[in-house]
Nanobody, 119 residues
């Protein structure tokens, strides 16, 4: 199957920065996209799209709420996706989940990493 190593979460004050990393390994062939969703406290049944990046051309998409503050990038050789988060707000507090989309198969999800933005 697919295994993930997520890192970079933590606690930061408003206006601060964090960088999330997610490395996928295992039975992964023909990746076409990697990205991030998040789940805020009290919203156990709502996972919100954050950003994604195509694996071949590197095109990116962002949620309106993070445009201009977050930057997604990838390292194809390491099957790794990064999320640089700047100007963080309390509303960004959530568990962040990375995922990988593989052609002809389901999406696979990481275990999640907590991001807390608080003064």
């Amino acid at each position: 199957q697919v295994q993930f190593v997520e890192s970079g979460g933590g606690s930061v004050q408003p206006g601060g920065s964090l960088r999330l990393s997610c490395a996928a390994s295992g039975s992964i062939f023909n990746i076409y996209v990697m990205g991030w969703y998040r789940q805020a406290p009290g919203k156990e049944f709502e996972r919100e799209f954050v950003a994604r990046i195509s694996w071949s051309g590197g095109s990116t998409n962002y949620a309106d709420s993070v445009k201009g503050r977050f930057t997604i990038s990838r390292d194809n050789a390491k099957n790794t996706v990064l999320l640089q988060m700047n100007s963080l707000k309390p509303a960004d507090t959530a568990v962040y989940y990375c995922y990988v989309g593989i052609l002809g198969r389901q999406n696979y999800w990481g275990q999640g990493t907590q991001v807390t933005v608080s003064s």
